[in-house]
């Protein structure tokens, strides 16, 4: 079946300007994670929707950052006033129920550049 | 809070050497225990998982135990190949369902013919 999906998945901007990415989970999954990996480095957690819970946002690293979920389903990351230092793949994952046993399952990322 | 501690790489091995990771975690409860690869130009997928004390996964030839008493979860692999070149991650779930997973920092391998 269709895994989790992402797009764009290559994104060149200006500073200053704003970006959105999208995610589309796997079809019936209600946990969603986004991350972000920088070149060379480990993954770091930005936000966590599980369901119709308020999202964990303790790891969006200003107030620049947003993201959203609409009807528990497809995601919208927004980078507001973009930075050089937001270059970087935004990676989202999904499972089932974020049940501490679950596998999550990861897009390809979406990569962006920002001049 | 929960942590997750990854040996640093990057690992240079040649093919047939005996391959250990080093994963240890700080945790309450019970979480779940996960280790993640990233083949290059590829996105992360899991590579196996163990989800109560004394579990072993295994997948692909690799191999770790959740060792509760030494709160480690080892990745081993007996004799490594090329392909298995990739970065590695150990990952550590929440206490509940509403808890994020935590991921370790990674650690890149390298396999040399």
């Known amino acids: 079946g269709a895994g989790v999906s992402q797009s764009p998945s290559n994104k060149v901007t200006e500073k200053g300007k704003d970006v959105e990415l999208r995610c589309d989970p796997i079809s019936g999954h209600t946990a969603l994670y986004w991350y972000r990996q920088s070149l060379g480095q480990g993954l770091e957690f930005l936000i966590y929707?599980?369901?119709?819970?308020?999202?964990?946002k303790s790891g969006l690293p200003s107030d620049r950052f947003s993201a959203e979920r609409t009807g528990g389903s497809v995601s919208t990351l927004t980078i507001q006033r973009t930075q050089q230092e937001d270059s970087a793949v935004y990676l989202c994952?999904?499972?089932?129920?974020?049940?501490?046993?679950?596998?999550?399952?990861f897009g390809p990322g979406t990569r962006l550049l920002v001049l | 809070g929960n942590s997750v501690t990854q040996m640093e790489g990057p690992v240079t091995l040649s093919e047939e050497a005996f391959l250990t990771i080093n994963c240890t975690y700080t945790a309450t409860g019970y979480p779940s225990l996960f280790w993640y690869v990233q083949y290059p130009g590829e996105g992360l997928q899991l590579l196996l998982k163990a989800t109560k004390a004394d579990d072993k996964g295994s997948n692909k030839g690799f191999e770790a135990t959740y060792r509760k008493e030494t709160t480690s979860f080892h990745l081993e692999k007996g004799s490594v190949q090329v392909s298995d070149s990739a970065v590695y991650f150990c990952?550590?779930?929440?206490?509940?369902?509403?808890?994020?997973?935590?991921f370790g920092p990674g650690t890149s391998l390298s396999v040399i013919p």
């Open positions: 929707f599980q369901g119709n819970s308020a999202p964990d």
């Open positions: 994952a999904s499972s089932w129920t974020g049940g501490v046993t679950e596998t999550q399952y």
């Open positions: 990952a550590l779930s929440g206490e509940t369902s509403y808890d994020k997973v935590i």
